[in-house]
């Protein structure tokens, strides 16, 4: 049910075309208090058609307006407020939650087009980083998004699996490795090795060329090489894949950097053939001086090919097998140029399609105001952040309800829900402070805060001893339960704008706030009295668990039914 066409249907009825249903439509706006009514139409609007003042515009409208299924209409100086009938309102949203259930929300803007989504993405024998966890999460919650809203996301995670450093990594291994000791602990020691490889170059130089000739020797297909150089990413894959599953992600795809090292040659004959290749100081550039950016470095002068080349060759990949309407690349905001870079490079070679092409940037995670950097040795593990955040939770659920039964679960889906929502409730752009304690919070704008509304209304539903609820008369009108009904009426609306600006934080945001109307309705309202609404009563607080495990499900987040 749409009340704000229904809105603009009254009003254009009344002012009979001088302004016509779809530019009322656009005018009508959401007041700020819910005195103010449901909906409001500023008369200014109409002031230029009808050479009158608007307070008396809405004064003479408010008089000509049908309105039969309005619980009143009223002029408030140039507005024209508009309150819903609370009843009508109530039945027809409950009934469509309840009905739909989990597909309530469900819309189709994407007619089923392919949305690749390259996400996570983090370079293998290296620690994944809290900035690689955002990409996770937001990538995610905005490939939940699209398949709720029929579009077919494809996770990919374009892991950093080739490079040179893997040449200095085969070189470290053969000087000081063990394989038992890779085996027990893959990334930390490969990463130690790592390490001290760039500690003793400083003094011994040659090791570079042992690793430049490691390096090689992979690219030639050598079989020492690639068995070592596939052993290592698949030893660092088991450990990511480890925190994937803790998170309850899965990708459709891992082909990385190196999948693409076969589809290299075509892209720079094609940026040869297209004539856009330039000589530099001996390596091979694009001129990229009318899009006012740097120039892009496709092949390096020891023949070598860059980032860019792969993510030219992987854009192409992509067309190609996906034949995609949109194709999104969530990474951190200090990429923008270089996604400004590949989408003018594949515009020069003709594609249209790169204007199809999206970065999704996102904002820094700092810890006590500083940014996170291997080098000043402020690494955060994010094991160890989903673990300590695992404890935090089980401490506070020993606290709150020591006999719950499945403990150990759901102190993993609090904990790790808490650091999944903190992140996403950040509109993606803005940096922030990760403090654990904070995160982890059963009160405040958390995910336990929200988690714990959803277990409440399970609660409620139990006490209650229903189990379905079928269609039926839902009339509610009490005042107290409006603000949560309208919310409840918001939910595809708010679905529609998360998933157009790519925020997720739009649908966090929302959680928060039905789960606090929720709240106060729950604290002034005796909600399991006898009395003629009790069944709509219990049919909103149903309703209200729908939706918001539905929401913590589009953000990645599990909903406990007790905790
Ligand atoms: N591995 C890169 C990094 O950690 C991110 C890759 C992003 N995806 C891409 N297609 N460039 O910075």
Redesign the pocket.
């Known amino acids: 049910m749409d009340y704000k066409q229904k809105v603009a249907t009254a009003i254009s009825v009344a002012v009979d075309g001088s302004l016509n249903e779809k530019d009322i439509f656009y005018k009508i706006e959401v007041p700020k208090a819910l005195n103010l009514g449901d909906y409001a139409f500023p008369a200014f609007a109409l002031a230029k058609y009808l050479h009158k003042a608007p307070q008396i515009i809405a004064t003479e409208l408010v008089e000509k307006i049908d309105k039969k299924g309005f619980e009143k209409v009223e002029a408030v100086g140039p507005y024209i407020n508009f309150f819903l009938d609370k009843k009508d309102y109530s039945n027809n949203i409950l009934n469509e939650v309840l009905n739909e259930q989990d597909n309530f929300g469900s819309q189709d803007l994407g007619k089923s087009n392919n949305v690749p989504i390259?996400m996570s993405?983090?370079?293998i024998a290296k620690p994944m980083?809290m900035?690689?966890l955002r990409?996770t999460v937001i990538g995610n919650a905005i490939a939940n998004l699209l398949a709720k809203t029929n579009y077919v996301p494809v996770k990919i995670n374009?892991?950093?699996d080739w490079g040179t450093q893997f040449g200095k990594l085969m070189c470290a291994y053969k000087m000081w490795g063990s394989e038992e000791e890779v085996k027990k602990d893959p990334i930390a020691t490969l990463l130690k090795y790592y390490v001290r490889f760039h500690e003793e170059d400083v003094d011994k130089p040659e090791l570079d060329d042992d690793a430049r000739e490691w390096f090689k020797r992979l690219e030639d297909g050598d079989k020492e090489a690639t068995q070592l150089w596939k052993w290592f990413r698949s030893e660092s894959l088991k450990e990511f894949i480890q925190i994937y599953d803790e998170l309850g992600i899965k990708f459709d795809s891992y082909n990385g950097?190196a999948f693409y090292n076969d589809k290299m040659d075509e892209i720079v004959e094609l940026l040869e053939q297209k004539n856009l290749l330039k000589e530099s100081n001996g390596a091979q550039i694009v001129d990229l001086s009318k899009y006012d950016l740097n120039p892009a470095l496709i092949k390096r002068s020891d023949g070598a090919t860059l980032?860019i080349t792969?993510?030219l060759a992987?854009a192409l990949y992509r067309k190609r097998t996906y034949n995609f309407t949109q194709s999104l690349?969530v990474?951190?905001n200090e990429?923008t140029n270089?996604f400004k870079q590949l989408k003018a490079v594949l515009k020069e070679m003709g594609y249209d399609w790169s204007d199809d092409i999206h970065h999704i940037p996102f904002g820094l995670i700092t810890s006590g105001g500083k940014k996170l950097s291997t080098r000043a040795g402020r690494v955060i593990l994010l094991q160890d952040v989903l673990n300590d955040a695992i404890s935090l939770a089980s401490k506070q659920i020993d606290e709150k309800n020591p006999s719950l039964a499945n403990k150990k679960q759901v102190a993993h889906d609090v904990g790790v829900g808490a650091v999944v929502f903190h992140d996403l409730k950040n509109e993606r752009l803005n940096n922030f402070d990760f403090d654990l304690e904070e995160v982890v919070r059963f009160e405040g704008e958390t995910g336990p805060y929200v988690q714990y509304a959803h277990a409440r209304a399970m609660s409620i539903l139990r006490k209650a001893g229903v189990s379905e609820l079928g269609t039926a008369s839902y009339e509610l009108d009490d005042n107290q339960a409006w603000e949560t009904l309208r919310l409840l009426g918001d939910f595809p609306n708010t679905i529609e704008r998360a998933v157009v600006e790519y925020e997720p934080s739009v649908i966090a945001k929302y959680a928060i706030h039905l789960a606090k109307a929720f709240n106060k309705y729950y604290a002034h309202s005796k909600i399991l009295k006898a009395d003629k609404q009790k069944a709509a009563r219990i049919a909103l607080v149903a309703s209200v668990a729908v939706v918001l495990k539905e929401a913590l499900r589009l953000l990645g987040v599990a909903a406990p039914d007790e905790m």
């Open positions: 390259d993405s983090p370079n980083s900035g690689h990409s374009h892991l950093g950097e980032y792969r993510d992987a690349y990474v951190g990429q270089h």
